[in-house]
């Protein structure tokens, strides 16, 4: 039997979705609760998850093992964001007050603003600036409840600031308590460069494709008009999986133009946004296994309709949520809001909001069995919350209820 390294004791409750690997349909929101409880973790892992005198018994806390008084408070898996743009230059604060003025977020990115003027700040910045900036955000989510965050690219669009924001990125992570998984987003925009979309796709798959393959684990598109159309999309992701990366779509977000029915085509591991899906597009993704990623913060900041979120449970998709944190469409970092959303707006229940950005959110990640639930063998991510019921989390909109938080066994500092 393996060291007890740290002791979290007479908690109130120990939450965690149950089962193992993505929970889809009715058993999205099956918790496995144990109350009273105590969790013993060895070496960064969980090693027991049960009832104190059980817990006690088995992983006695050996000399210098760590212990937590859970008295009074619950524990829940750290969360984990499997859509955000973290790492990025500048602000769009003039763009928002355009928008609250009533200018519309195509209607700006259209005029060469929006996503087109990050490019231009991230693109001015030097890579030790963005790396600063990239652990600022790290630290705002991690603030929220966030231990694993996927982080895309999107914000170079040429082959020398793509690649700084891939290294950035892995950079980031591994001198952060917020393990960052880095997602290609090379076709997040047409350049001012390019005179086509089809031009610039032919670029990137030629020139910077072949090197962020190396430095990254999954690829991403935004399929939309003014952006990309299928035909660019999947030219760039097929290009993308040849080199072995994960697939996920922006889709859908302020039309539907097929992206959904190409995720499920090329076998994506997402498709994400779903604010304009259809009925057909709910039910394909409810037979595949293609995941259903909702982003209801970014819905909130544009004015979007809110994704068919009930729907695509009941057709049996597996649902996660993230925040799609961003300057532009969701500055956003904190999924404990997300949840709140995901249950005022979206009708999905507490439990289920919490499934959707733990255990199925790291299915997105391809972290099945790693991260995401507060079960033996699983990473030691653990939240634990000064509140008299887990479900605070998403109930109390902009709460602070974190008492502490455990990253890979290690309790951070206050
Ligand atoms: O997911 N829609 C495309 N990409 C981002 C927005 C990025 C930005 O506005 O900077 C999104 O909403
Ligand atoms: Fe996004």
Redesign the pocket.
Known sequence: MSETTLLIHDLEAAVSPAGRGPLRGGALGDLEVHSPASIAVSGGRIAAVGPPGEVLRDHPPGPGCETLDGRGKVALPGLVDCHT?AAFLGD?ADEFELRCRGAG?EEIHAAGG??LS?VRATRAGSEEELLTATRRHLNWLLRHGTTTAEVKSG?GLDKETELEMLRVIRAAGEAHPVDVYPTFLGA?AVPAEFSSAAEYVEFVVTEVLPEAARLAEAADV?V?RGAFGVPEARRYLEACAGYGLALRL?AD?FSERGAVALAVELGARSA??LENTGEEGVRILGRSATAAVL?PA?ALFLGLPDPPARALVEEGAVVALAT?F?????FCSSLPVVMNLACTRLGLSPAEALCACTANAAHVLGLDGEVGRLAPGYRADVLVLDAPDWRYLAYHLGGDHLAAVVKSGSLLPA
């Open positions: 743009h769009r977020y929006g996503i990050t914000y997040h935004f939309e922006h977000q994400d946004h982003l970014c799609d961003n300057p532009g469409s969701s």
